[in-house]
């Protein structure tokens, strides 16, 4: 028996006895049927207390907060205190529960994969925000409806009833169109199930865009290497060497060797641009300097068919990495002077650029060549992207030097702007923004050199 027992049965006790003391004294001076009576009555009155007390605590059972606790004495007051600390502990040990619960409420809504619980019968029980995100549910309206109803896709279906889930899946977002999701689906507690979705919507596209990238390498590369090949065969194959084929195609098997040179440099200096670190280099590089480099370098191209100027109209320097700059530049040019017919005009440019007073500069070079239909213009800096195939390999052309010049312009931290009309000719210009300019006095006269 415990101590809270032992004191209810002592406190009876006590009262019985002070009860049965009480009459005894009245027996002599009374007599007993007096006596029987008064300790009948007292029985009834420490009965009734009790009736009353019973009351109280079944009253106060309908609705048990502690501190509606009714006032209560003797016997009771230890039964009261009892419930009291009962109440209490419980509390306590809900309000542990339900804040543990909240915990892993807030964890799971804070997960940056979407989080999916359904039941048996696959029925969504619960979800977190990055799941409502990925397949379009309402975590207000979908409790309760089937998950497959909810994401239509055949392949989820029947990954959701198979048996091994062991494999994500990977599923295009009905309702986000662009949206590619890795699915997990994971067994849990009898027959629930636990749905983990990732967005893997970036590392799928770097996924194509390295097939695509490694496929376009190995198809520039096939053309030239089927060439030499061919003409390496027939010339081995050959009982006495015939030197007029040899003649011939020596040449031809140069510039095949010549393009796949280009091409593997190309490669290269896309490839250095990657692993470089951001942003470029800053050292102060001479840019009339350069524009004055690159326009004999067009003249030489050109070798007198086009009319090519040069304005130079500021003397301002910019801070960043000269080797990357002269690369992107001579890209721009040598692509006027190849995509502008004989007799046509390429002209290069320096200049302030005040617009948006961002006191910046402009390196720019207009042509009045072939230019670009407008549908071409957002993809010309994809690499290998080109809008004339053939006309590009003739010329020369890897498919990969406004790539390049995209890479160099974003880490000067400059914007490529691009305006064409079909048959009129193209500008093409890098605008670097005043952080980047150094000394921006422009010269007292526009320099211009031109060539006929
Ligand atoms: P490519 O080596 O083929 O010239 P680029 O990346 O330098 O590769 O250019 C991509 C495509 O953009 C070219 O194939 C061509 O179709 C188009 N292009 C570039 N510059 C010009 C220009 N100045 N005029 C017309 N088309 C151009």
Redesign the pocket.
């Known amino acids: 028996m415990d101590a809270g027992l032992n004191t209810i049965w002592l406190q009876a006790a006590w009262r019985l006895a002070a009860a049965a003391g009480v009459s005894l004294l009245f027996w002599p001076i009374s007599g007993d049927t007096a006596a029987l009576g008064l300790f009948a009555a007292l029985l009834l009155i420490m009965l009734l207390q009790h009736l009353r007390h019973l009351a109280r605590l079944s009253q106060w059972l309908m609705d048990p907060r502690p501190e509606a606790l009714p006032d209560s004495s003797g016997l009771w007051e230890n039964v009261f205190a009892a419930f009291y600390h009962l109440l209490r502990r419980q509390r306590r040990s809900e309000s542990r529960l339900t804040a543990t619960l909240q915990d892993f409420r807030l964890a799971g809504m804070a997960m940056p994969d979407g989080l999916v619980i359904v039941d048996g019968s696959n029925q969504v029980e619960w979800c977190n925000p990055k799941a409502e995100l990925h397949f379009g549910l309402d975590a207000a309206r979908d409790v309760g409806q089937l998950i497959t109803y909810l994401v239509r896709q055949p392949q989820f279906a029947e990954v959701l009833d198979a048996e091994g889930y062991a494999e994500p899946l990977t599923l295009r977002s009905a309702r986000e169109g662009d949206l590619i999701l890795s699915v997990l689906i994971v067994p849990y507690e009898a027959n629930r199930k636990l749905i983990i979705s990732r967005d893997v919507t970036d590392r799928e596209r770097v996924e194509t865009m390295r097939r695509d990238f490694v496929a376009n390498v190995s198809h520039e590369l096939r053309t030239p290497l089927t060439v030499i090949g061919g003409f390496l065969e027939t010339i081995a194959d050959m009982e006495t060497p015939n030197p007029e084929l040899i003649r011939r195609s020596v040449p031809m098997m140069s510039e095949q060797a010549k393009r796949m040179q280009s091409l593997v440099e190309d490669l290269l200096v896309l490839s250095r641009l990657e692993s470089a670190g951001n942003p470029a280099r800053e050292e102060p590089v001479n840019v009339p300097d350069i524009a004055r480099a690159l326009y004999h370098d067009a003249l030489a191209l050109s070798a007198g068919r086009h009319k090519v100027t040069l304005l130079l109209e500021s003397a301002a320097w910019v801070s960043g990495a000269e080797e990357e700059l002269r690369s992107a530049f001579g ?1 721009l040019v040598s ?2 002077i ?3 017919p004989a007799g046509g005009e390429v002209r290069l440019s320096w200049k302030a650029d005040g617009t948006n007073g961002n006191e910046g500069a402009v390196f720019a070079v207009r ?1 009045t ?4 239909a407008a549908q ?1 213009v957002p993809r ?2 994809e690499r290998f ?4 195939r053939g ?2 390999r003739e ?1 020369g ?7 390049i010049v995209k890479h160099v312009v974003n880490r000067h931290a400059a914007r490529l702007e691009v305006t ?1 009309e079909p048959g009129r000719g ?1 500008c ?1 210009s890098v605008a670097f923004p005043g952080a980047r300019v150094i000394g921006r006095s422009s010269t007292e006269e526009p320099a211009e050199a031109r060539s006929a």
């Open positions: 890209n692509n006027a190849r995509y502008t042509d060549g072939i230019g670009i071409h010309l800096t992207y080109r809008v004339d006309r590009s010329t052309g890897t498919g990969l030097g406004l790539a064409s193209s093409f």
